[in-house]
């Protein structure tokens, strides 16, 4: 320790982490999540005293705005959607370093302003020549905005300062698609200036994955295939496509869920122990597991794509996804995709991971389950045991979050009768702060360099390795699954575990 006092070393990771002098450029700021995400969680972080004092805040897009009117948006946005209550001074503070630059993404002098909007920004705010580019542009921009930033010199870091660019998800749509990308990028960034966006890593559940493996003794012991029986990990939304047709069709729930969020989830649930918890640490282990993932051999007995058709949802009558405003009646989209998959490595040959995800499903829910096997043998009568199931350690990632541990309790009363019960922990009663929002985290770990919760290339290409075979095996068979709004999922997906002789959890 460099310190005696631990309090002022300054890598102790209990102290608040503020970001030096910079600024963020957010293209596409007139979008969807720049409203309800970006912006916002950038006035969380002001008024959390976490950006420097100097903090500037460029938008970039295709209005006919004055910076003027950039403010007023993004004030709208903040009280609208900002997660932290709020404070007139912050904004004050906030407005000095807002600016925006008007143009499309192929206009040359556009870019020329926003070269001389950071030029005056570093002299008025003293931002140091420190920018993040955030990307939160349609993905087919990705590369226009990428090479424009070369063509202007905006990547270049000069004189010590950074320059990082934060790229949207999807990263491609297939694992050629994602290596093209990832070319475009790597010929203006290097590796550590590029950030790419999984916002699920941003989520205090999923790193509280790592901390409840790694930071206790009680459970990693049993974290393997002598003792777990299978694990499955669901992302479930209530809600259907809501306006977003242009983005998800064509696309649909595996690309969109599966090959991001639901396998680095996976990642982190099946990984070894990181020498470190710093990022090059961490990728390597995930590396890991998803370089060892296999795919069954028969792709039509561990995969299952389904479409919502017409039902009930909380109450309402809902229509079906074909019936969706700007879907294709014959479109063969999945709003449903589960498959199985094996980890080829000592810790985990023999367990399978279920992965599943779907709109209009019963409930909005993300969460892992870890399912134990079943006592070897037991000495109750099998008539007292009749309800009990596997015991189960379950991250419940959003909402309610928390984990529960569930196991067999004896039923008070005068008989062996043994019955499954749950033993919570919920962040709501545990903490009395309340969880930052996941971009509010990955801006700021952009702000500070610190690349832990962002997919690095491998990662990616790995993943799209990994869904390619099932998006062509789809492709050649058949069309998705009906199954009616708000339940679980085509009977297919039942059907699958059934085989395995399990059932999916319903949550
Ligand atoms: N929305 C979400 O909840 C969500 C969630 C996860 C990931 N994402 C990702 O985040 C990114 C942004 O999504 P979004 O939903 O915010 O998209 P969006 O609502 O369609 O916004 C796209 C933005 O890009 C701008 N734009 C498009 N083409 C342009 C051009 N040629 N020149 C200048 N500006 C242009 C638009 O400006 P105009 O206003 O001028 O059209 C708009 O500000 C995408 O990569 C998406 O996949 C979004």
């Known amino acids: 320790m460099s310190s005696s006092n631990p309090l002022r070393d300054p890598a102790d990771r209990r102290l608040p982490r503020i970001a030096g002098p910079s600024g963020l450029v957010i293209f596409g700021v007139t979008g969807d999540l720049s409203r309800k995400k ?15 004092p100097g903090f500037s805040l460029v938008g970039f897009a295709r209005r006919e705005w004055q910076n003027e009117d ?14 932290t209550p709020f404070r007139e001074e912050v904004w004050q503070q906030l407005i000095q370093g807002m600016r925006f630059v008007q143009g499309t993404f192929d206009d040359d002098d556009a870019f020329e302003r926003l070269r001389s909007t950071i030029d005056e920004l570093d002299k008025a705010q003293g931002t140091g020549g420190n920018f993040a580019f955030y990307l939160s542009v349609p993905p087919r921009s990705f590369p226009v905005v990428i090479q424009q930033l070369k063509k202007h010199g905006l990547a270049d870091q000069e004189g010590g300062s950074w320059r990082r660019a934060v790229i949207e998800k999807p990263f491609g749509h297939d694992l050629k698609s994602a290596e093209e990308l990832n070319k475009v990028v790597h010929e203006v960034f290097e590796p550590d200036q590029v950030f790419r966006i999984d916002h699920y890593l941003g989520k205090e559940t999923v790193q509280n994955i790592l901390a409840l493996r790694f930071a206790n003794t009680m459970f990693e012991p049993i974290w393997n295939r002598s003792f777990v029986d299978h694990v499955q990990i669901t992302m479930a939304e209530d809600i259907g496509i809501g306006g977003r047709a242009g983005y998800y069709d064509g696309i649909g729930a595996a690309r969109d869920v599966i090959q991001n969020h639901l396998l680095q989830l996976m990642a982190l649930t099946a990984m ?19 370089g060892a993932v296999r795919l069954p051999k028969d792709l039509g007995r561990s995969s299952v794509r389904g479409q919502y058709a017409a039902g009930w949802q909380g109450g309402e009558k809902v229509i079906g996804y074909l019936q969706e405003e700007g879907i294709d009646p014959r479109s063969k989209t999945d709003t449903y995709a589960a498959i199985k998959v094996g980890i080829d490595n000592r810790r985990w040959a023999g367990v399978p991971f279920y992965l599943r995800t779907g709109k209009r499903l019963g409930r909005r829910v993300t969460e892992i389950a870890v399912v134990f096997q079943r006592a070897p043998h037991s000495p109750f009568d099998h008539t007292a045991t009749e309800e009990l199931g596997q015991n189960a350690v379950v991250i419940r990632v959003q909402p309610d979050e928390g984990i529960t541990v569930r196991f067999g309790s004896k039923v008070p009363g005068t008989s062996m009768e043994i019955r499954d019960v749950s033993m919570d922990f919920a962040y709501g009663e545990s903490f009395t702060e309340s969880s930052p929002e996941a971009y509010e985290r990955l801006i700021l770990d952009v702000l500070l360099g610190d690349a832990n919760l962002f997919p690095r290339t491998e990662e990616v290409e790995l993943s799209w390795k990994i869904l390619d075979p099932i998006e062509q095996y789809w492709d050649k068979h058949g069309k998705p699954a009906q199954y009616p709004s708000g339940t679980w999922g085509p009977a297919e997906a039942d059907e699958m575990l059934a085989r395995d002789g399990r059932s999916w959890r319903r949550p």
């Open 272 to 290: 070894e122990e990181p020498a470190s918890f710093d990022a090059d640490a961490l990728a390597a282990e995930k590396t890991k597991v998803l």
């Open 70 to 83: 950039f403010a007023q948006e993004v004030h709208d946005a903040v009280k609208e959607h900002a997660r």
């Open 38 to 52: 970006l912006m916002p969680a950038v006035y969380d972080l002001a008024n959390r005293g976490l950006l420097p």
